[in-house]
Protein backbone atom coordinates (compact mmCIF):
# COMPACT_ATOMS: atom_id res chain seq x y z
CA UNK A 1 0.00 0.00 0.00
CA UNK A 2 1.03 3.52 -0.63
CA UNK A 3 2.53 5.55 2.04
CA UNK A 4 0.14 8.22 2.06
CA UNK A 5 -1.51 7.71 5.49
CA UNK A 6 -4.79 6.20 6.48
CA UNK A 7 -7.53 6.30 3.44
CA UNK A 8 -10.81 5.61 4.27
CA UNK A 9 -13.43 4.81 1.07
CA UNK A 10 -16.88 6.49 2.96
CA UNK A 11 -18.93 5.06 0.31
CA UNK A 12 -18.07 2.01 -0.76
CA UNK A 13 -20.07 -0.60 -1.74
CA UNK A 14 -20.99 -4.65 -1.80
CA UNK A 15 -23.12 -6.34 -4.68
CA UNK A 16 -25.73 -8.54 -2.91
CA UNK A 17 -25.47 -12.24 -4.19
CA UNK A 18 -28.61 -14.07 -5.18
CA UNK A 19 -28.42 -16.75 -2.60
CA UNK A 20 -29.24 -13.76 -0.40
CA UNK A 21 -32.74 -13.61 -1.06
CA UNK A 22 -33.39 -17.77 -0.79
CA UNK A 23 -34.92 -17.31 2.87
CA UNK A 24 -37.44 -14.87 1.40
CA UNK A 25 -38.43 -16.80 -1.04
CA UNK A 26 -38.93 -19.83 0.86
CA UNK A 27 -40.78 -17.21 3.74
CA UNK A 28 -43.10 -15.18 1.25
CA UNK A 29 -43.36 -17.33 -1.99
CA UNK A 30 -43.63 -14.88 -5.06
CA UNK A 31 -44.09 -12.05 -3.02
CA UNK A 32 -40.51 -11.92 -2.09
CA UNK A 33 -37.55 -10.19 -3.50
CA UNK A 34 -35.29 -12.39 -5.90
CA UNK A 35 -32.66 -12.58 -8.26
CA UNK A 36 -33.69 -12.73 -12.29
CA UNK A 37 -31.72 -12.63 -15.27
CA UNK A 38 -33.64 -10.37 -17.87
CA UNK A 39 -32.64 -10.50 -21.84
CA UNK A 40 -32.01 -6.61 -22.16
CA UNK A 41 -30.94 -5.92 -19.26
CA UNK A 42 -28.60 -8.91 -17.66
CA UNK A 43 -29.49 -9.65 -14.00
CA UNK A 44 -31.48 -7.95 -11.89
CA UNK A 45 -33.60 -7.50 -8.81
CA UNK A 46 -37.37 -8.44 -9.33
CA UNK A 47 -38.87 -6.66 -5.84
CA UNK A 48 -41.79 -8.84 -6.18
CA UNK A 49 -44.27 -6.52 -6.51
CA UNK A 50 -44.27 -6.19 -10.21
CA UNK A 51 -41.12 -3.81 -10.28
CA UNK A 52 -37.72 -4.23 -10.78
CA UNK A 53 -34.88 -2.58 -9.33
CA UNK A 54 -31.14 -1.64 -10.96
CA UNK A 55 -29.58 -4.05 -13.20
CA UNK A 56 -26.93 -5.74 -11.92
CA UNK A 57 -23.92 -4.76 -14.46
CA UNK A 58 -24.09 -1.56 -13.92
CA UNK A 59 -21.79 -1.79 -10.16
CA UNK A 60 -19.51 -4.02 -12.34
CA UNK A 61 -18.32 -2.17 -14.76
CA UNK A 62 -15.96 0.41 -13.48
CA UNK A 63 -12.70 2.11 -15.89
CA UNK A 64 -15.32 1.15 -18.59
CA UNK A 65 -17.35 3.64 -21.20
CA UNK A 66 -20.93 3.10 -20.33
CA UNK A 67 -21.91 4.36 -23.27
CA UNK A 68 -20.57 1.76 -25.82
CA UNK A 69 -22.12 -0.86 -27.08
CA UNK A 70 -19.28 -3.23 -25.93
CA UNK A 71 -19.95 -2.52 -22.40
CA UNK A 72 -23.44 -2.32 -22.38
CA UNK A 73 -23.64 -6.08 -23.79
CA UNK A 74 -20.54 -7.00 -20.86
CA UNK A 75 -23.21 -5.39 -18.70
CA UNK A 76 -26.05 -7.68 -19.68
CA UNK A 77 -23.81 -10.47 -18.23
CA UNK A 78 -24.08 -9.14 -14.91
CA UNK A 79 -22.50 -11.38 -11.92
CA UNK A 80 -20.13 -13.27 -14.30
CA UNK A 81 -18.23 -9.75 -14.65
CA UNK A 82 -17.61 -10.14 -11.14
CA UNK A 83 -14.01 -9.55 -10.18
CA UNK A 84 -12.68 -12.08 -7.13
CA UNK A 85 -12.72 -9.61 -4.96
CA UNK A 86 -16.25 -8.88 -4.96
CA UNK A 87 -17.16 -11.85 -2.69
CA UNK A 88 -13.63 -13.46 -2.30
CA UNK A 89 -12.25 -11.68 1.28
CA UNK A 90 -8.51 -12.23 -0.03
CA UNK A 91 -9.19 -10.55 -3.17
CA UNK A 92 -11.17 -7.07 -1.95
CA UNK A 93 -7.88 -6.34 0.40
CA UNK A 94 -5.42 -7.08 -2.48
CA UNK A 95 -7.99 -4.55 -4.50
CA UNK A 96 -7.52 -1.90 -1.55
CA UNK A 97 -3.70 -1.97 -1.57
CA UNK A 98 -4.27 -1.50 -4.93
CA UNK A 99 -5.88 1.12 -4.51
CA UNK A 100 -3.95 2.68 -1.79
CA UNK A 101 -7.31 2.23 0.52
CA UNK A 102 -6.61 1.59 4.37
CA UNK A 103 -10.32 0.71 4.94
CA UNK A 104 -14.28 0.73 3.23
CA UNK A 105 -17.20 1.67 4.75
CA UNK A 106 -19.64 -0.35 2.80
CA UNK A 107 -23.04 0.16 1.55
CA UNK A 108 -25.33 -2.12 -0.47
CA UNK A 109 -26.43 -2.00 -4.10
CA UNK A 110 -29.27 -3.85 -5.35
CA UNK A 111 -31.65 -2.95 -2.29
CA UNK A 112 -31.61 0.57 -2.69
CA UNK A 113 -35.50 0.05 -4.67
CA UNK A 114 -36.63 -2.15 -1.18
CA UNK A 115 -36.84 1.10 0.43
CA UNK A 116 -40.03 1.48 -1.67
CA UNK A 117 -41.97 -1.19 -1.00
CA UNK A 118 -45.37 -1.48 1.00
CA UNK A 119 -45.08 -4.29 2.32
CA UNK A 120 -43.13 -3.44 5.97
CA UNK A 121 -43.16 -6.73 6.71
CA UNK A 122 -40.92 -8.09 3.31
CA UNK A 123 -38.93 -4.68 3.94
CA UNK A 124 -37.89 -6.33 7.29
CA UNK A 125 -37.31 -9.19 6.89
CA UNK A 126 -35.13 -8.59 3.85
CA UNK A 127 -33.25 -6.13 5.60
CA UNK A 128 -32.66 -8.28 7.94
CA UNK A 129 -31.38 -10.79 5.45
CA UNK A 130 -29.13 -8.54 4.12
CA UNK A 131 -27.37 -7.43 7.75
CA UNK A 132 -26.43 -10.81 8.45
CA UNK A 133 -24.74 -11.24 5.25
CA UNK A 134 -23.32 -8.18 5.25
CA UNK A 135 -21.66 -8.58 8.92
CA UNK A 136 -20.52 -12.10 8.01
CA UNK A 137 -18.59 -10.46 5.07
CA UNK A 138 -17.31 -7.98 6.89
CA UNK A 139 -16.11 -10.08 10.13
CA UNK A 140 -13.53 -11.62 7.87
CA UNK A 141 -11.93 -8.02 8.07
CA UNK A 142 -13.29 -5.72 10.95
CA UNK A 143 -10.13 -3.52 10.64
CA UNK A 144 -10.37 -2.90 7.09
CA UNK A 145 -14.32 -3.16 6.27
CA UNK A 146 -17.36 -1.48 8.13
CA UNK A 147 -20.42 -2.37 7.31
CA UNK A 148 -23.49 -0.31 7.17
CA UNK A 149 -26.85 -2.10 8.00
CA UNK A 150 -30.30 -1.17 6.58
CA UNK A 151 -33.12 -0.49 8.72
CA UNK A 152 -37.34 0.57 7.77
CA UNK A 153 -38.32 3.75 9.36
CA UNK A 154 -42.18 2.58 9.33
CA UNK A 155 -42.11 0.51 12.54
CA UNK A 156 -40.06 2.54 14.65
CA UNK A 157 -39.84 0.12 17.59
CA UNK A 158 -39.12 -2.49 14.94
CA UNK A 159 -36.45 0.15 14.05
CA UNK A 160 -34.47 0.66 16.97
CA UNK A 161 -34.89 -3.41 18.11
CA UNK A 162 -33.11 -4.10 14.30
CA UNK A 163 -30.22 -1.07 15.36
CA UNK A 164 -29.73 -3.07 18.47
CA UNK A 165 -29.37 -6.14 17.10
CA UNK A 166 -26.94 -5.20 14.15
CA UNK A 167 -24.74 -3.45 16.46
CA UNK A 168 -24.11 -6.23 18.22
CA UNK A 169 -23.04 -7.69 14.98
CA UNK A 170 -20.29 -5.37 14.29
CA UNK A 171 -22.42 -2.82 12.06
CA UNK A 172 -21.66 0.78 12.59
CA UNK A 173 -23.91 2.44 11.63
CA UNK A 174 -27.27 2.42 9.86
CA UNK A 175 -28.61 3.08 5.85
CA UNK A 176 -31.80 5.17 6.10
CA UNK A 177 -33.85 6.17 3.06
CA UNK A 178 -32.84 9.74 1.70
CA UNK A 179 -36.93 10.42 1.47
CA UNK A 180 -38.93 9.47 4.39
CA UNK A 181 -41.99 7.45 3.68
CA UNK A 182 -44.61 10.13 1.90
CA UNK A 183 -46.85 9.45 5.07
CA UNK A 184 -44.47 11.59 7.25
CA UNK A 185 -41.63 13.62 6.70
CA UNK A 186 -38.85 13.38 8.77
CA UNK A 187 -39.22 16.08 10.79
CA UNK A 188 -42.71 15.08 12.04
CA UNK A 189 -42.27 13.83 15.93
CA UNK A 190 -43.19 10.06 15.18
CA UNK A 191 -39.06 9.84 14.46
CA UNK A 192 -37.90 11.38 17.69
CA UNK A 193 -37.60 8.10 19.46
CA UNK A 194 -35.75 6.34 16.61
CA UNK A 195 -33.18 9.42 16.17
CA UNK A 196 -33.10 9.22 19.87
CA UNK A 197 -31.99 5.87 20.37
CA UNK A 198 -29.48 6.38 17.62
CA UNK A 199 -27.84 8.73 19.38
CA UNK A 200 -27.93 6.95 22.24
CA UNK A 201 -26.24 3.73 20.84
CA UNK A 202 -23.82 6.32 19.11
CA UNK A 203 -24.98 4.85 15.37
CA UNK A 204 -24.16 7.41 12.59
CA UNK A 205 -27.21 7.27 9.88
CA UNK A 206 -26.51 7.99 6.06
CA UNK A 207 -28.99 8.65 3.42
CA UNK A 208 -27.37 7.61 0.33
CA UNK A 209 -28.94 8.57 -3.25
CA UNK A 210 -31.55 6.14 -5.03
CA UNK A 211 -32.83 5.14 -1.04
CA UNK A 212 -35.96 7.42 -1.10
CA UNK A 213 -38.91 5.66 0.59
CA UNK A 214 -41.49 8.30 -1.06
CA UNK A 215 -41.89 7.99 -5.04
CA UNK A 216 -38.82 8.66 -7.43
CA UNK A 217 -36.26 8.85 -4.89
CA UNK A 218 -37.87 12.40 -3.71
CA UNK A 219 -37.65 13.85 -7.17
CA UNK A 220 -40.63 15.75 -8.32
CA UNK A 221 -40.62 14.09 -11.90
CA UNK A 222 -40.15 10.77 -13.49
CA UNK A 223 -36.63 11.44 -14.67
CA UNK A 224 -35.10 9.19 -16.90
CA UNK A 225 -31.75 8.25 -18.43
CA UNK A 226 -28.46 10.59 -17.72
CA UNK A 227 -30.57 13.40 -16.01
CA UNK A 228 -32.17 11.09 -13.62
CA UNK A 229 -29.14 9.69 -12.32
CA UNK A 230 -27.43 13.42 -12.44
CA UNK A 231 -30.36 14.77 -10.04
CA UNK A 232 -30.38 11.70 -7.96
CA UNK A 233 -29.29 14.12 -4.96
CA UNK A 234 -32.40 16.21 -5.13
CA UNK A 235 -34.39 14.02 -2.25
CA UNK A 236 -31.66 14.50 -0.51
CA UNK A 237 -31.74 18.23 -0.77
CA UNK A 238 -35.06 18.21 0.12
CA UNK A 239 -35.05 16.31 3.24
CA UNK A 240 -31.88 18.70 3.97
CA UNK A 241 -33.95 21.73 3.15
CA UNK A 242 -37.02 20.27 5.74
CA UNK A 243 -35.11 19.78 8.18
CA UNK A 244 -33.71 23.05 7.93
CA UNK A 245 -37.04 25.19 7.65
CA UNK A 246 -38.34 23.16 10.89
CA UNK A 247 -35.81 24.21 12.97
CA UNK A 248 -36.16 27.65 11.93
CA UNK A 249 -39.61 27.16 12.93
CA UNK A 250 -38.89 25.40 16.21
CA UNK A 251 -36.54 28.17 17.37
CA UNK A 252 -38.43 31.13 16.06
CA UNK A 253 -35.97 32.34 13.78
CA UNK A 254 -37.29 31.74 10.23
CA UNK A 255 -39.98 34.10 10.60
CA UNK A 256 -37.74 37.35 10.72
CA UNK A 257 -35.20 38.36 7.90
CA UNK A 258 -32.10 40.55 8.70
CA UNK A 259 -32.59 44.10 8.41
CA UNK A 260 -30.53 45.71 5.28
Known amino acids: MAEAGIVVSADSHVVEPPE ?27 LGDGTFGRAIGGFLIAGHD ?7 AMSRLGYKIARPGLY ?8 QDLDGVSAEVLYPSILFNVYQLEDVEIIKATFACYNDWL ?3 AKEAPERLYPLACVQLHD ?10 VAKLGHVGLCIPATAPATKTYTDRFYDKFWAAAQDMDMPLTMHIFTGASPRYGSPTNLQGNLGYTLAFVGVAVTVGDHCGSFSRRSGSGSERPSA
Open 156 to 165: IDAAIGEMER
Open 88 to 95: DIKARLED
Open 66 to 72: VASPETR
Open 20 to 46: MFTPLQKRFGERAPKMVHNEERGDMLD
Open 135 to 137: ADY
